[in-house]
């Protein structure tokens, strides 16, 4: 009987691949790193070229390019535009700097120079939503993946440059919604900044979709869901990648499952509550403090097993920022945004022990979660590099006066509990008697309420301009 099985098992392989090679599948694949009027990023052109090695072995037409100008980079997405129309599945991947403007994210060339929004406006920068829509519209399944989210230094040459000006210059780019078919991939959650990794490797982000998004008969959305968890633990939770997706039935990048094997978990969108899918993604966003995580749980499993739960918690959540009582750009020193702080600076400050968990008490107060020690170490040092990444200060993961003294400016309308790790005074050693005293029962009194500092969300910006010019390149 073994004979027939290896010979119905190797039609059912041939019976896939030749079901992949039917399909049209054309990939975008571009990493830029090597910036004119920047530093450069050490990472991209080593992402785009394993990613498109691997979406090659999977059966992808892939338009590649490294560290391309503006022109270059037009030339390669008006191929990748005629190429794309009519395909089964069309995937888009970035890895650079992006920006994000008033609400519009943008794709930077290496030979772009912004000093203003009018640069943005009048070119330099690629609009995302006008590439894809004019790129990828006519796919049957769209996937996009950007690793873009990178701390931006042209971010500071607009906010220096428009002071007269309401301009919203964000931190990281900002939130995208997918339409029908589609699933869009963001190194990490909106606002936010990712990392690089080590010059010559990976980043983390497109790390974990080399090891995850053509693994054999793995659906896409069980594979974003190992990339989100294998990010958060690699980062020491310092970054979650972040998506939308849109998709209506269940895409593999390298063949279904046999049949007659255990079959993988649903899409998202049709995903049965309880799945080891589902389990695995709430696990992953359960303690956090952003509702857009939880949003997107109950976008990918609308009906799942902990729908209240994450109800509950997003209303939790905006309470909180509704209660908040501070712009963050009110009475912020301008020099804050500048100043790097390093283990000099924040020796300088002098901090002892309780003034540390003092410091880790109002992080935790204002989102970021750690553990109330007194004790910077690597953990803590992740989370403040993550509290100066969304405030746009220059991120170490130490110290200087100017970003403590912020810090302490800011209020929560709940008091941070203390930490389980805290340390807490010995009891003291009564001496010995022979005559046992009579314990008095002492009232308890609650501890004095202290006010602490919630930022809230950032202040919006003036309206949404709709910019870049790829558009027209493409028409």
Not at 323 to 341: C, H, M, Q, V
Not at 376 to 385: K, L, N, Q, Y
Not at 451 to 467: E, L, M, T, V
Request: net charge positive.
């Amino acid at each position: 009987m073994r004979y027939p099985t290896l010979i119905l098992s190797v039609i059912c392989m041939a019976f896939a691949a030749g079901t992949a090679q039917a399909e049209k599948r054309v990939a975008f694949v571009v990493g830029n790193g090597t910036y004119k009027n920047v530093a450069p990023l050490p990472n991209p052109s080593v992402d785009a070229k394993a990613m498109a090695a691997a979406l090659r072995n999977v059966g992808f037409e892939v338009v590649e390019g490294s560290n391309l100008t503006r022109d270059k980079m037009t030339e390669r997405l008006l191929d990748f535009g005629k190429k794309a129309q009519g395909a089964d599945v069309a995937l888009f991947f970035y890895a650079g700097h992006g920006i994000a403007i008033s609400g519009t994210n943008y794709l930077l060339p290496i030979d772009a120079d912004i000093k203003s929004e009018m640069d943005v406006k009048l070119g330099a920068a690629i609009n995302i939503d006008l590439t894809l829509e004019q790129t990828m519209g006519d796919a049957k399944v769209k996937l996009v993946f950007l690793d873009a989210c990178r701390d931006n230094p042209f971010a500071a040459k607009i906010k220096s440059n428009s002071a007269t000006r309401s301009v919203n210059v964000q931190t990281g780019l900002a939130e995208m919604k997918s339409g029908e078919g589609t699933l869009i991939a963001f190194a990490t959650g909106p606002g936010q900044t990712a990392l690089d990794g080590q010059e010559g490797g990976n980043s983390p982000f497109t790390r974990a979709l080399l090891a995850n998004l053509t693994q054999p008969g793995v659906e896409i959305q069980q594979a974003m869901t190992k990339v989100r968890a294998q990010v958060n633990e690699e980062t020491n939770k310092g970054q979650l990648p972040w998506g939308h997706t849109n998709l209506i039935g269940a895409v593999y990048l390298n063949g279904a499952p046999a049949p007659g094997a255990v079959a993988a978990a649903a899409p998202a969108s049709g995903a049965k509550p309880g799945s080891d899918v589902e389990l695995e993604f709430w696990r992953s966003i359960k303690d956090s403090n952003k509702p857009e995580e939880f949003n997107a749980y109950l976008t990918n499993y609308p009906n799942g097993q902990f729908r209240s739960l994450a109800l509950s918690r997003i209303a939790s959540l905006e309470s909180g920022a509704k209660d908040a009582t501070r712009n963050l750009s009110t009475g912020i020193d301008p020099a804050t945004f500048k100043e790097e702080a390093n283990q000099t600076t924040e020796d300088q400050i002098g901090l002892d022990k309780g003034q540390r968990r003092d410091v880790q008490r109002r992080l935790n107060g204002l989102g970021f979660d750690t553990k109330v020690t007194g004790q910077f170490d690597a953990p803590t040092r992740a989370v403040i590099t993550r509290w100066q990444a969304a405030r746009g200060y220059p991120k170490s993961g130490y110290l200087n006066r100017l970003q403590h003294k912020a810090l302490l400016t800011e209020i929560v309308a709940a008091a941070p509990t203390a930490s389980s790790d805290e340390e807490r005074p010995a009891p003291k050693r009564r001496a010995p008697s022979t005559v046992q005293a009579q314990p008095q029962a002492q009232p308890q009194q609650p501890p004095p309420q202290r006010q602490y500092s919630n930022p809230g969300p950032d202040p919006a910006g003036a309206g949404r301009f709709i910019g870049g010019v790829v558009g027209g390149m493409l028409r």
